[in-house]
């Protein structure tokens, strides 16, 4: 289109491709009609029409992280938006590249109070890296172009673009596609690659925490693994970076995470941060780094502890930078008693038989043999997760896709997306009840889409991690943690797909497989034991226990 007068529309569309988008995801509004019109006309990017904004701000999300580039979500003016996000807020604590293109009032009601106008970029301004409201349509290319770029510089995340609703059929300004490109990422410095090379080889006891941001470079990852003597933990809800079965894999960072699987971490003398920085949960709530230990960081993020040492922005480049400088030999560190717990805290426990519901550890175990660990899986938030994480361990070609925010209503949406993005791809989706009944309308998206995935309802009746904190602090449980027993199996049917649900664990597997044999979403709702609060937890014996803060 080279030479020709563009509306804004039109240029938003160029910029989008140039920038390798190839899906929106939104609930279509009045507000950005121009441009909703403008991609129906464009085949190189396709409108993904979702039952929420939270469902389209998750799919976003979920296909950026798993695709490395970056994701597009549009919302209508304050109620959609609004809605949105949440899934905005998940992109900016996950470091995940989103664009947010949101419908506004005309540019002349702007400030009069005009139905469902709110600022929108002072709204959205804590929970982005940049947000802006455009106030003409020459302007708006250039806009969006600086939103692309800057939701990839440095650490990732998202941006929001505001644009009144009248600007979309205006004349574009000048369009300059090369400008969504980011800026190469700084390079470290040769003698500071020096340093940490000579430190990562004097190490006594040195240990990796691997993150999102080093999601693709997983080559470089295990090579300095290996050839640094390094003991590798993921970080909170990244488990798939680095292979599990590998002899220097000791374990992920989780909530509680186990006191033997912690140790190493807690005596290291030197961590390296690779794409991650020590938040809440990978920081294990401030227990890392501990005093004295040498801190050395790989990637983008500002958000470092004291004393830390930075290193090059690019992550694969710099692990590859530390190879280059490292003796070109195995260290002899030996990790197998680390690895040897991991894997034994992976073993479920033996089944108890058909009781009060199935035993949580057990079913992810079943699911385990029923989809096999190169399977995409996505959770969001609930103690039925903690299950998850500990007994799953994930093949070549796995992933996982999980809030650390602790979002509910994540998995669902980002299983939809995950299988448009990787048609060829195994996807699974494992959520909660309180989560399922939240986002998991989306299952609809799933059938109009074609998008063959299967849900597993994890289903005790519970907001099962409030229920837990309540009968620890106050030796009790309220009722708003308790929530009702549907017929997910049922509902499922409803919105077009299939539909089981077990009560027993022996009747699990027959439900796995005939879910795998049928074309189509697939849902599978397991009626899970509510006393299995949480790994090695038991409801009851919290609430016979003194409350631990003594409110009561």
């Known amino acids: 289109m080279a030479g020709e007068r563009l509306n804004a529309a039109e240029a938003a569309c160029e910029l989008l491709a140039a920038a390798g988008v190839r899906r929106c995801y939104t609930v279509p509004g009045e507000s950005f009609l121009g441009l909703l019109l403008a991609l129906a006309d464009d085949p190189r990017i396709e409108v993904v029409s979702t039952r929420h904004e939270s469902g389209a701000?998750?799919?976003?999300?979920?296909?950026?992280?798993?695709?490395?580039?970056?994701?597009?979500?549009?919302?209508?003016?304050?109620?959609?938006?609004?809605?949105?996000?949440?899934?905005?807020?998940?992109?900016h604590e996950d470091g995940t590249p989103l664009l947010a293109i949101l419908g506004q009032v005309p540019v002349g009601r702007i400030g009069s109070g005009a139905l469902q106008e709110i600022d929108l970029a002072a709204?959205?301004?804590?929970?982005?890296?940049?947000?802006?409201?455009?106030?003409?349509?020459?302007?708006?290319?250039?806009?969006?172009?600086?939103?692309?770029?800057?939701?990839?510089?440095?650490?990732?995340?998202?941006?929001?673009?505001?644009?009144?609703?009248?600007?979309?059929?205006?004349?574009?300004?000048?369009?300059?596609?090369?400008?969504v490109q980011p800026r190469q990422a700084s390079a470290a410095d040769p003698s500071a690659l020096d340093a940490a090379a000579a430190a990562l080889a004097a190490a006594r006891q040195p240990v990796m925490i691997a993150g999102g941001g080093a999601a693709h470079a997983r080559e470089q990852l295990v090579a300095l693994a290996e050839r640094a003597g390094l003991g590798v933990l993921t970080a909170f809800r990244r488990q798939n970076v680095f292979p599990d079965a590998h002899p220097n894999c000791i374990g992920q960072l989780v909530i509680a995470t186990p006191p033997q699987l912690l140790a190493p971490a807690l005596e290291a003398d030197l961590l390296l941060l690779a794409g991650t920085r020590l938040d809440d949960l990978t920081g294990q709530q401030g227990r890392l780094p501990q005093t004295g230990q040498r801190v050395l960081s790989i990637g983008p993020d500002s958000a470092l502890p004291p004393d830390a040492e930075g290193l090059g922005e690019d992550v694969a480049e710099t692990l590859q930078a530390l190879l280059d400088r490292l003796p070109d030999r195995t260290s002899g560190r030996d990790w197998s008693d680390a690895h040897g717990a991991y894997h034994a805290a992976a073993q479920p426990p033996p089944s108890a038989g058909?009781?009060?519901?199935?035993?949580?550890?057990?079913?992810?175990?079943?699911?385990?043999?029923?989809?096999?660990?190169?399977?995409?899986?996505?959770?969001?938030?609930?103690?039925?997760?903690?299950?998850?994480?500990?007994?799953?361990?994930?093949?070549?070609?796995?992933?996982?896709?999980?809030?650390?925010?602790?979002?509910?209503?994540?998995?669902?949406?980002?299983?939809?997306?995950?299988?448009?993005?990787?048609?060829?791809?195994?996807?699974?989706?494992?959520?909660?009840?309180?989560?399922?009944?939240?986002?998991?309308?989306?299952?609809?998206?799933?059938v109009r889409c074609g998008a063959d995935i299967l849900v597993v309802v994890f289903q005790n009746g519970l907001y099962g991690t409030i229920a837990m904190h309540e009968a620890r602090a106050a030796g009790r449980v309220e009722p708003a943690t308790e929530i009702g027993l549907p017929d997910f199996g049922r509902w499922a049917t409803a919105l077009g797909a299939h539909g089981w649900t077990v009560r027993t664990e022996s009747q699990l597997e027959a439900a796995l497989q005939a879910a795998q044999a049928m074309p189509g979403p697939a849902l599978v709702a397991v009626r899970t034991d509510p006393d299995l609060i949480a790994p090695g937890v038991r409801l009851a014996e919290l609430l016979a226990s003194p409350p631990s803060r003594g409110e009561r």
Do not use: C
């Open 57 to 91: 701000a998750f799919m976003a999300d979920a296909e950026a992280r798993l695709t490395g580039g970056i994701a597009v979500a549009l919302a209508s003016r304050a109620p959609g938006s609004s809605n949105l996000a949440i899934g905005v807020q998940t992109a």
């Open 354 to 446: 058909d009781g009060a519901g199935v035993d949580p550890a057990r079913a992810v175990a079943a699911l385990h043999r029923a989809i096999g660990g190169a399977a995409i899986v996505t959770n969001d938030a609930g103690n039925f997760s903690a299950f998850l994480h500990r007994h799953w361990r994930f093949e070549p070609g796995g992933a996982l896709l999980a809030p650390a925010n602790g979002a509910m209503g994540y998995a669902v949406p980002a299983a939809v997306a995950a299988k448009l993005a990787d048609p060829a791809a195994r996807v699974v989706a494992v959520v909660g009840d309180g989560g399922a009944l939240m986002t998991g309308q989306e299952l609809e998206t799933a």
């Open 123 to 179: 709204f959205y301004a804590p929970i982005t890296k940049w947000a802006v409201t455009a106030r003409t349509s020459a302007e708006l290319p250039a806009l969006l172009a600086r939103a692309l770029r800057v939701a990839r510089e440095g650490r990732p995340g998202p941006v929001a673009v505001a644009v009144p609703e009248d600007l979309w059929q205006g004349v574009a300004g000048p369009l300059d596609a090369r400008g």
